[in-house]
């Protein structure tokens, strides 16, 4: 009998029962106000249902659930912090579903500064293992603004980028080994922390960015840095995006790695963020087009790393293509500037539905793609405000956009702008996913760009080690 047969055999009952066996009833979810908030995502934009939700405590125990779920037929969703933006860990709403919840995975296992390595639970919070690598010494400079919930497991399962990509890459760049529970519950451990390891395929890369269509990651050996001594942050009012890529050039080439991150601002944005958070301060006195926030970081003392800063941007303006900089004198001061930045996504939000892209292109198409971009939205739709930031030193632009009248927009009055706006990234050679994953969000979007070789190349994986499709299922593909 095949595994498809036996799993019609075996009642949700005799399953629940396994489950209960493998992590403890009490680690084993399933009245409708435990299993609620795993069902569906924070900004309630996708929900589904799910026979039970399974809080494992270790490997083993991801293992045994796996197991059991397989000889069931039960499709396994992983779920990490559940601050994912495309539904990648939200079941659907057949309710057959377990979802694996990894929140009780959270220790911090072994933090080797010697090799500049750290080993976590896949549970553990983001912020948590920034903590800990800091009271070595270290830093682990993956940091986003859902630090606080996210965990590692998810931000390796997304590929997650952030603030720091510029400087030390996304997470795909800051994993040295993993530990996966593939969907035949196989134990994979790939717990190594080398640097150099050519030994054929690295199986581990293959993990990273799947958003749990290939297995469960359950352990992680990440990459650490020196921890920065200091660390400055600039505000800089520019004309235009092209102007912000020229600074970005010349700003790499003289400073290199002390430039962390580089953050484009578009003026509509303040606007909003001015509008909806009452704390908020505009730096300048003058309105200004574009903004960039940057933050330097170094090994040397705060006040040189400003003075360097000071003379670089002293030169920029000399240049002309700055027309105005301030240099936060406090953290305090920093904290605001951030706030500004990280407070858009929330006043986005304020605003009712909007058009939300997550895009990336080369660097140096950026002000070709914001160009592009805004003509073609307002030549379909007169009026709309065009609300664009990102990372830009990644390429990386959310570029949003907010419908002509605020009130009364139906929440899909955007839809027929994505084609348009897609279809100039990928003019471009771009990506309509540069950090935020595919999920069940943008599986259309991944048919019309990807090319059908690519795809055929995803399937014959996703065939390989999941033959019956029940990790994940629905999501990427
Ligand atoms: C305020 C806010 C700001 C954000 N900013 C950024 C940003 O700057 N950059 C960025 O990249 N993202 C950002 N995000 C998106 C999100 O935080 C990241 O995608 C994060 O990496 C997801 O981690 P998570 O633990 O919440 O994963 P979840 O949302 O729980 O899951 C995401 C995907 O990973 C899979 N998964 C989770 N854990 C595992 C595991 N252990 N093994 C295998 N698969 C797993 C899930 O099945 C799902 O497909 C932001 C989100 C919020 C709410």
Redo the contacts with the bound molecule.
Sequence with gaps: MGHGERGAAMSEGVLLAALGRCVGQANLLVAPDDVEPYIQD?RGAFRGAALAVACPGTTDEVALVVRACREAGTPV?????????CG??IPDASGRAVVVA?RRMHRVLDVDAVNDAMTVE??CVLHHVQEAASAADRYFPLS???EG???I??????N????NVLRYGN?RDLVLGLEVVLPDATVWNGLRALRKDNRGYDMKQI?VGA??TL????RAVLKLFPKPASRVSAWLALADPAAAVAVLERLRARCADELVAYELIGRACVDLVLAHVPSARDPFRQQHAWYVLLDFAGAVSEHALREKLETLLAEEADRGDLADAVIAQSLAQREDLWRLRESI?EATRATGPALRSDIAVAVSDIPEFVARATAAVHATMPGVRVVCFGHVGDGNLHFNVLPPALSGARADWAKPLYPMLYDVVDALRGSFSA???V?QAKRGELRRYKSEAEIAMMQTLKQAFDPMNLM?PG?IL
């Design positions: 924070w969703v992983p779920q990490g912090g559940n601050t994912g933006m990648g860990a990894m896949a549970g986003l603004a859902a919930s996210c965990q497991g998810g931000n390796l399962a997304t997650a980028g952030g603030i997470a993990f958003e749990g297995g469960i990651i359950t996504p950090e935020h994953g999920g994940n999501k």
